[in-house]
């Protein structure tokens, strides 16, 4: 079988083609003759002798060394996510999302330097900047993602990077991704993109301006809540630093797990569209609800952020939060306890669908909530990730939890 060519092809040729190269998928005699390549449980490399340890080969996926630097399965997967990326050189995976995050940061940051973070980052980003960097001599300090202005008047002499992500954590504004990068590069500041929600099928982050652009496979690339990973691809400029950094923090995926990822991969794209037709089909039916003051759903027009949403991406997901119209937390609660098809749980991008609560003014430090033009009491939100049910089982679900928080307000 020749080589899939992923230049060329579309989205859905390359994620069944990508990573499947001849020589990792059979052995010498018959390359290619299994679809998969195989789980390479190894901690051990052999060498055939003195002479090929001593010429132990470069430092790049591709060649056997030492079950740290990973083997056939794990550099499939990283392959793969490459030639998912428009502009990048490499991927680098990690044992979680987080992991990728901090490994990034670690990459691009020196004690006195100062990192300015989206003031809507997923919650473990925001506690890196008052914990683990903090304490390596790292200043944090967050911006308002909608501000343009704001931002570029915060990066100072001392700040090397940004942290984006769009849409944003819980609250899920989407920010113009190519100014706040136009601004960082013109001052020399490193742009690191958490680009988990839309993945490089929804948003291509390297061409909008990110260097490094990250995604916690746990939710999309797995998609079946059942084993956690994070991945950080870049282009030339950061790739090797961002590899050598991970191997001196140790870190390493394990081959079962990259096997995992590699099969989430080949349904991305269906998963991808299906949660995205159904998230938007609830997201119309809850904005016409009276219990509902806002929904925030990239997707849906008049959402914040749908116009850049528009603009910028080719896709979206099956995350979105709404906000209802007053109440209590515990009529909120009273909602969620009240759903039989959703879970209750912190992940999302799964096949299954999940409901949490959404109070984002406890962590939030340089942007409002209520967001501009809500209500003060219109504060209790929750975020929905939409699996592959049926759009109306989900609907008369939903229905129901209101139902049930009408009685609790
Ligand atoms: C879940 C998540 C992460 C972290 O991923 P893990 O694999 O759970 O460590 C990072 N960023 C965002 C936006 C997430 O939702």
């Not at 079988?1 to 040729?13: I, L, P, S, W, Y």
């Not at 100072?156 to 849409?167: D, G, I, S």
């Not at 009240?338 to 003014?361: H, K, M, N, Q, R």
């Given at each position: 079988?020749?080589?899939?060519?992923?230049?060329?092809?579309?989205?859905?040729?390359r994620?069944?083609?990508?990573?499947?190269?001849?020589?990792w998928?059979?052995?010498?005699?018959?390359?290619?003759?299994?679809?998969?390549?195989?789980?390479?449980?190894?901690?051990?490399?052999?060498?055939?002798?003195?002479?090929?340890?001593?010429?132990?080969?470069?430092?790049?996926?591709g060649?056997?060394?030492?079950?740290?630097?990973?083997?056939?399965?794990?550099?499939?997967?990283?392959?793969?996510?490459?030639a998912?990326?428009p502009?990048?050189?490499?991927?680098v995976?990690?044992?979680?999302g987080?992991?990728?995050?901090?490994g990034?940061?670690?990459?691009?940051?020196?004690?006195?330097d100062?990192?300015?973070?989206?003031?809507?980052?997923?919650?473990?980003?925001?506690?890196?900047?008052?914990?683990?960097?903090?304490?390596?001599?790292?200043?944090?300090?967050?911006?308002?993602?909608?501000?343009?202005?704001?931002?570029?008047?915060?990066i100072?002499?001392?700040?090397?990077?940004?942290?984006?992500?769009?849409?944003g954590?819980?609250?899920?504004?989407?920010?113009?991704v190519?100014?706040?990068?136009?601004?960082?590069?013109?001052?020399g500041?490193?742009?690191?993109m958490?680009?988990?929600?839309?993945?490089?099928?929804?948003?291509?982050?390297?061409e909008?301006?990110?260097?490094i652009?990250?995604?916690?496979?746990?939710?999309?690339?797995?998609?079946?809540?059942?084993?956690?990973?994070?991945?950080?691809s870049?282009?030339p400029?950061?790739?090797?630093?961002l590899?050598?950094r991970?191997?001196?923090?140790?870190?390493?995926?394990?081959?079962?797990?990259?096997?995992?990822?590699?099969?989430?991969?080949?349904?991305?794209?269906?998963?991808?569209?299906?949660e995205?037709?159904?998230?938007?089909?609830?997201?119309?039916?809850?904005e016409?609800?009276?219990?509902?003051?806002?929904?925030?759903?990239?997707?849906?027009?008049g959402s914040?952020?749908?116009?850049?949403?528009?603009?910028?991406?080719?896709?979206?997901?099956?995350?979105?939060?709404?906000?209802?119209?007053?109440?209590?937390s515990?009529?909120?609660?009273?909602?969620?306890d009240?759903?039989?098809?959703?879970?209750?749980?912190?992940?999302?991008?799964?096949?299954?669908?999940?409901?949490?609560?959404?109070?984002?003014?406890a962590?939030?430090?340089a942007?409002?909530?209520?967001?501009p033009?809500?209500?003060a009491?219109?504060?209790?939100?929750?975020?929905?990730?939409?699996?592959?049910?049926?759009?109306?089982d989900?609907?008369?679900?939903?229905?129901?939890?209101?139902?049930?928080?009408?009685?609790?307000?």
């Open positions: 079988m020749a080589e899939h060519d992923n230049e060329t092809h579309g989205t859905g040729t994620l069944v083609g990508a990573g499947r190269r001849a020589a998928t059979g052995t010498a005699d018959h390359p290619g003759a299994v679809v998969n390549p195989p789980v390479y449980r190894a901690s051990t490399h052999l060498y055939p002798d003195m002479a090929a340890l001593r010429s132990a080969p470069a430092n790049v996926d060649n056997f060394y030492y079950g740290r630097r990973g083997a056939p399965t794990q550099w499939a997967l990283a392959e793969a996510l490459t998912l990326e502009g990048a050189e490499g991927t995976l990690y044992p979680s987080v992991a990728a995050i901090m990034a940061l670690l990459t691009v940051l020196r004690p006195g100062v990192l300015l973070m989206t003031d809507n980052a997923y919650e473990p980003s925001r506690a890196m900047g008052r914990g683990l960097l903090k304490d390596f001599g790292v200043e944090t300090r967050w911006f308002d993602p909608l501000d343009v202005a704001g931002f570029e008047a915060a100072c002499a001392r700040t090397k990077a940004v942290l984006l992500e769009a849409p954590s819980l609250t899920m504004e989407v920010c113009d190519p100014a706040l990068a136009a601004a960082a590069k013109a001052r500041v490193t742009v690191v958490d680009n988990t929600w839309a993945s490089p099928l929804g948003f291509p982050a390297l909008r301006g990110a260097d652009a990250i995604m916690s496979l746990t939710k999309h690339v797995g998609g079946h809540s059942d084993a956690m990973m994070g991945s950080a870049a282009g400029k950061w790739q090797r630093k590899r050598l991970a191997q001196g923090l140790g870190n390493v995926v394990s081959p079962d797990d990259a096997s995992l990822m590699l099969r989430g991969l080949r349904t991305m794209a269906l998963r991808l569209a299906q995205t037709a159904s998230a938007l089909a609830l997201a119309q039916w809850l016409a609800r009276p219990e509902v003051a806002r929904v925030l759903c990239p997707m849906l027009p914040p952020g749908h116009d850049l949403w528009a603009r910028d991406f080719h896709g979206g997901c099956g995350l979105f939060s709404f906000v209802l119209k007053g109440g209590t515990a009529a909120r609660d009273a909602l969620i009240a759903l039989s098809l959703f879970g209750i749980g912190y992940s999302w991008g799964g096949f299954e669908s999940l409901a949490t609560p959404v109070d984002p003014a962590i939030r430090t942007s409002a909530w209520p967001l033009g809500m209500d009491a219109d504060r209790f939100g929750v975020r929905l990730s939409i699996g592959l049910e049926d759009t109306a989900l609907i008369a679900d939903l229905e129901r939890g209101l139902a049930a928080w009408g009685a609790a307000a």
